[in-house]
């Protein structure tokens, strides 16, 4: 079993629509969580970053953190075809080595 | 605008060849990390390093070796390149304790026949 688990889609969204995005973990040591988007060709960018369990917003996505399921997930609020990506969840004990997601794929049409 | 830069986009290698793969911080960070994207398994840590000259195993360390002489920079080496390490080779850097994960390189396609 991976150590963080996440769908990697294909995910097909209309322009407008909300994608939500997850990943579980075994891990009972993560205490820090992040989601970054890659798109294609180029490297991970870090999009949300959060520091133990709950919520945490920035504009049009909102990262949540469920420690005592193991789950975090990433909402991304009136998507646009700019938000057709890989989106990595990752996870560390220590906010040094992370350990990531497999990434889940997005398309948003237009 | 901080940055990590790899030092080419697209490789084409022979079999057994050595390959150095290189990458450049200029934001100072003391970690630096070498891994590897492959469709569905997702990034997979092969070395990172903390400090100038100190250097630890990742998950898949075998037929790599590293190099860090000067802070501002990670080298990826492939000793004897083989067909199966051709992948996407990502490059990151983050501060210590500075809680803001890592910075990415833009990646290098290698591609080894």
Redesign the interface.
Known sequence: QKE?E?D?GPLSVPEGAIVSLNCTYSNSAFQ?F?W?RQYS??????LM?T?SSGNKEDGRFTAQVDKSSKYISLFIRDSQPSDSATY?C?MSVN????S????TTVTVRA | DVKVTQSSRYLVKRTGEKVFLECVQDMDHENMFWYRQDPGLGLRLIYFSYDVKMKEKGDIPEGYSVSREKKERFSLILESASTNQTSMYLCASSATGGAYGYTFGSGTRLTVV
């Open positions: 963080v996440q990697p820090y992040m970054y060709r180029k490297g991970p960018e870090l970053y520091y990595l990752a906010d040094y080595k992370l990531f997601g497999a990434g």
